[in-house]
């Protein structure tokens, strides 16, 4: 059984000596230093340093006598501090992270793919999440909204947001600010987003327009999903209030 534990141990940041020790002490709850070493199996030259460091890292507890012994501290207790502090240490990182974080200057035509089903799905609730002003959508996929509704829904009362399709119809039962296209905005829904070069033959999803700044585009090539990126493209604050002053004619 112990063996069993010790790997599980070791992702919590114990050593392999540390984890039987721990584990051995966890199972004779209360034990001498020879007890630990027979048991166990660690060097005898080890265990004094192990313990010690056990007991200053709060999984034990030393009892002082002749000979001293050792005790097992409420488990849940240590292993709650020990998420507590892990989680702690997590976020600490994570805001350290983020003030090291520059964002690249891409020049005007730049774009990248992303190629990963997780990778669209991050990007995607990154846009919605840090939107400010604007959106639009052009939707070629009822699925889209459907599947993206719970994220999409609450920005239609804090930003400007345009869902642009074909066929209302189609879209009937999904309550957003769905707009039908015509004329040139038409146009533009049944123009690919991206040259079919760069992804070749393949089923758009959507495009989506943010603050008059990036673009993302995400469609079905071949056999895989893909999602085209642009940011800090001046040419997309042109398209998306052209796009906003069209739907508004109508």
């Known amino acids: 059984m112990v063996a069993e534990i010790v790997p599980g141990l070791r992702t919590l ?48 507890a030393v009892e002082e006598g002749s000979p001293t012994s050792y005790y097992v501290l409420d488990i849940d207790v240590a292993f709650d501090r020990l998420k507590d502090d892990y989680i702690r240490s997590l976020e600490k990182t994570r805001e350290a992270l983020k003030s090291l974080s520059v964002k690249p200057h891409l020049p005007p035509d730049s774009f990248f793919i992303l190629r990963s089903g997780w990778a669209i799905e991050n990007h995607l609730s990154s846009l919605f999440r840090r939107v400010k002003k604007s959106m639009v959508i052009l939707c ?49 829904l049944e123009t690919p987003a991206v040259n079919e070069s760069v992804m070749g033959q393949r089923r758009d999803e959507c495009a989506i327009l943010v603050d008059d700044r990036d673009f993302f585009v995400i469609a079905t090539a071949g056999s895989g999903r893909h999602a085209v990126i642009g940011s800090d493209m001046p040419l997309i604050g042109y398209v998306q209030k052209t796009i906003v002053e069209r739907l508004n004619e109508v």
């Not at 051995?24 to 080890?46: C, F, M, W």
């Open 13 to 60: 940041g114990m050593n392999e000596y540390e984890a039987s020790v721990y584990s051995t002490l966890v199972g004779l709850q209360k034990a001498t230093a020879r007890d630990i070493h027979e048991v166990s199996g660690v060097p005898r030259g080890r265990i004094y340093e192990i313990l010690n460091d056990l007991a200053r890292r709060g999984f034990i």
């Open 140 to 188: 070629y996929d009822p699925m889209f909204l459907r599947k993206h509704y719970a994220a999409i829904e609450p920005l239609k009362r804090r930003i400007d947001l345009y869902v642009v399709v074909q066929k209302k119809d189609d879209y009937a039962a999904i309550n957003l600010p769905i707009y039908e296209a015509r004329g040139t905005v038409l146009e533009l």
